[in-house]
């Protein structure tokens, strides 16, 4: 059984009684400095580690998970929700402590959350531990309160799932600006995951230019990334089955991840190897995975381990090593850069099927 957290505070709704403190004429006092500490205060303190709904990706705290329309953040949101709530492996990798989770799914209905369930699910018994609701008001006119109560009912919750957040952000007030709007936005939802300890993932959208940068992607300001504890963007091609979910924020150390979808299990996993390697071709991929384990093998090598053909293989290690994506070494051998060649590994003698992977002989660059 899982220990009870410690009591936090409640939030507080204005009533009545606060009326005559708000509209008291009294002259304001000048502004100070409420709480402090001296380093020495600071360093003597003690404090409880970070509390992971996925330890590694997800911290207590604000998270914005962000992608594209249509590139999977809905079913990746179930699938975190599910294994946090049973317990078990998130991408099918990472272990993961079980708790209450709260899934606000907004823009679905019970119908489609039972058929993605169901598929998600595969027949294992569904978990009481996730609630999921389509409706919630905004933050600011009562979702905040709504959260709250139903984490105060759920003490030992580990994660609230928002889907999606701009459902339940609100209006933003007279005269803000747009970041100090966004800003706003996301600190409603901050302020209550800080009072209760408990991992928020609300789901975003990017904007449709790329960039290099991928927190510059985040549709909207800066002020939401601003206010977020921690920053996940999901990027996959369009009709492909791998992505990679870009990672950085407060708490958590900047990291890519390469997974890959399954679209009829609706399920994300985790891949091994580089981000890198999976935002390739196919046949480049391939080629990457052989030599971080075989550094230093000509074509013919690299043609037979990983199945392809020696002229196809030979013609991308070329097209790689002019894109800077492999290094040659004598004789024709090839390894990833950074990657050291491999000594006195003998040459192989000259044949009409290799005499382009050997000292001198240099096939045509395409």
Not at 252 to 277: C, R
């Amino acid at each position: 059984m899982s220990a009870v957290p410690a009591e936090r505070p409640h939030l507080h709704v204005a009533g009545p009684d606060d009326a005559a403190e708000v509209l008291s004429p009294a002259p304001k006092q000048p502004g100070r400095i409420r709480t402090s500490w001296t380093a020495a205060d600071i360093m003597a303190m003690e404090f409880a580690p970070p509390k992971w709904a996925v330890p590694g990706v997800l911290s207590e705290g604000v998270n914005l998970l962000c992608g594209p329309p249509k590139v999977g953040k809905s079913w990746m949101s179930l699938g975190l929700g599910l294994d946090v709530a049973m317990g078990g492996k998130a991408f099918g990798a990472i272990d993961v402590d079980p708790g209450p989770v709260l899934y606000l799914a907004l823009e679905d209905t019970a119908r489609r959350l039972q058929n993605r369930l169901g598929k998600v699910l595969a027949g294992r018994p569904a978990p009481a531990a996730l609630t999921l609701a389509t409706e919630c008001p905004p933050l600011p006119q009562g979702g905040a309160q709504a959260i709250a109560a139903w984490l105060d009912r759920h003490r030992d919750a580990r994660m609230v799932i928002i889907d999606v957040f701009a459902k339940l952000r609100g209006n933003s007030a007279p005269g803000d600006s747009a970041y100090d709007a966004d800003y706003k936005a996301v600190g409603r939802a901050k302020q209550v995951a800080d009072d209760y300890g408990v991992a928020f993932v609300l789901v975003h959208h990017v904007r449709k230019a790329g960039s290099d940068d991928f927190l510059t992607e985040v549709s909207g300001t800066n002020g939401l990334a601003g206010a977020a504890d921690a920053t996940l963007v999901l990027k996959r091609a369009r009709n492909q089955g791998d992505g990679v979910l870009h990672v950085t924020g407060r708490d958590v150390d900047e990291a890519e991840y390469a997974l890959s979808f399954d679209a009829d299990a609706g399920a994300w996993q985790m891949l091994d190897g580089p981000a890198g390697d999976h935002q390739l071709g196919e046949t480049r991929a391939k080629i990457l995975r052989w030599l971080r384990t075989t550094p230093g093998s000509a074509p013919t090598a690299i043609a037979a381990g990983v199945g392809l053909s020696y002229d196809n293989v030979k013609r991308t290690c070329q097209r790689m090593l002019a894109d800077g994506q492999l290094a040659a070494d004598t004789g024709g051998r090839y390894r990833v850069p950074g990657v050291p060649a491999v000594p006195g590994v003998p040459e192989p003698s000259v044949s009409r099927e290799n005499d382009g992977d050997t000292p001198g002989t240099a096939g045509p660059w395409t």
